[in-house]
């Protein structure tokens, strides 16, 4: 590192710098180094108290040293070789391990096997990397992206080419030899089968093979997630999926209106430039060989969070990427997403974002590696809160889970009703036209009923299936019910009107 020793040794304990009071727990110093190594490098200081930052100095340096080089070749694989050295720190002698990020990892203790003794740093604790991370480590030690690696058990017509090409009209043609460009197909054996990325961008079944490539997305009353306002699931094409969270966002901010220009421009209480870039480069960044949690975004009052799985990739830290530093993690999305004009240049994202915020003169965003996934805050300048009580809201929620098709009909109470046209109103018609005719494409062949409409649409949610698909089609006249006087009907269901259809082929 460049910086100063008596600089670093005022500096908190984090990724790249920890302190040990001495050699008596030498266990916990090889995991430290062990995990230096496996992820973005560090530096250890022993004869410092970690906690008040205390100069203590080492007992008889020559020979802690020599100690501490035994312990490093005798117990860490493969051979792990850091810089130790003395460090003179007023009147005090201080050993100084320097470890650069491995390209020999995963690094692990040999008393605990590769398996169970890989360590890798998040902030400043060591933990113990399962499979999918220690196989992360071993890709990003050679070089190979995990989306790029081939499905040889599946065919190319487990990708939706249609849609892929639907995406790219206009900017080039999706032929065969494109495909593999993109490296949406890869040869394997004389034939032709999809790529992770491929899959992963546009797989017919994606959560058949990749059960947690999904988002989720929802609206929480304060500034916690005791109370949820609302809630939705995003399961389509990852390009297509980038405007599905937009959507949402926009339904849950407040819009006003810039007039000092010629033209109207809207302002949104959410930077909606800066989110965007954010929710860009979770979809790109994420691991997707981990399992147990989908992308998350998660609206407060006061604050955007947005979650995707997978820590940093190795020698990255959080300054790196502040600074610019860029590491493609998935390659055939990255480059898919730029070919679409989802992503102008490779590491620019963060710069962007830091200069929108301080254009707009918001809190500077946050990035933390927190547990096994990366979170990107986005701090609002005002609450976006509606204004209700927190009781008041779950009942509402109640309300709309359980009286559906009442509140469809316009028999909802007049306190549930006056809640949702608080939070709605504006926000809704931004997005209500590509919902809708998403809804009505559902009900083209036949009359479905609630659960096979939402199965439809991808939604487990029924207050989003209501409020953003059946009640607005429903009042622009595009559907109706099967059986008007019997709104409750367990046998209810939905079909086009004769409007809805003239509607869906006038858009094609």
Known sequence: MSLPVTQLLSMPEGKTLEFKRDLSSPRNILKTLVAFANTAGGRLFIGVEDGSKEILGVANPLDEEERLCNLIADNIEPRLVPNVELVAVEDKTLLGVEVYPSGSRPHWIKKEGPFDGVYVRLGSTNRKADKELIAELKRSASGTAFDELPLPDLTADALDLAAARALFTGQRELSEKELLTLKLLTPVQGRLVPTIGGMLLFGRDREEHFPDAWIQCGRFGGTTKSIILDHTEIHEHLPIAVERVIEFIKKHAMRGADLSEVRRRDVWSVPMTIVREAVINAIVHADYSQIGAPLRVAIYD????????????????????????????????????????????????????????????????????????????????????????????????????????????????????????????????????????????????????????????????????????????????????TQPDSPKSPTQKYRLTEKGRRCLERRG
């Not at 929108?356 to 805050?377: C, D, H, S, W, Y």
């Not at 309300?399 to 046209?421: A, F, G, K, L, N």
């Not at 479905?448 to 487990?460: P, R, V």
């Open 302 to 481: 006061d604050r955007v969070e947005i979650e995707n799985p997978g820590i940093l990739l190795p020698g990255m830290t959080i300054e790196d990427v502040r600074q610019g530093v860029s590491k493609i993690r998935n390659r055939v999305i990255a480059r898919v997403f730029r070919e679409l004009g989802l992503i102008e240049q490779w590491g620019s994202g963060f710069r962007r974002i830091l200069e929108e915020a301080e254009k707009q003169n918001l809190p500077e965003p946050a990035l933390e590696e927190i547990g096994m996934k990366v979170r990107f805050t986005v701090f609002l300048a005002e609450s976006i809160s509606p204004g209700i009580k927190p009781e008041v809201r779950e009942e509402a929620e109640k309300q709309v889970t359980e009286q559906v098709t009442e509140q469809v009909t316009e028999q909802v109470t007049e306190q549930v009703t006056e809640q949702v046209t608080e939070q709605v109103t504006e926000q809704v018609t931004e997005q209500v036209t590509e919902q809708v005719k998403r809804l009505m494409i559902c009900l083209e062949e036949r009359p479905s009923g609630t659960k096979d409409a939402m199965q439809c649409l991808g939604l487990s949610h029924r207050p989003t299936f209501l409020y953003d698909y059946l009640r607005p089609a429903i009042l622009a006249g595009f559907v109706q019910m």
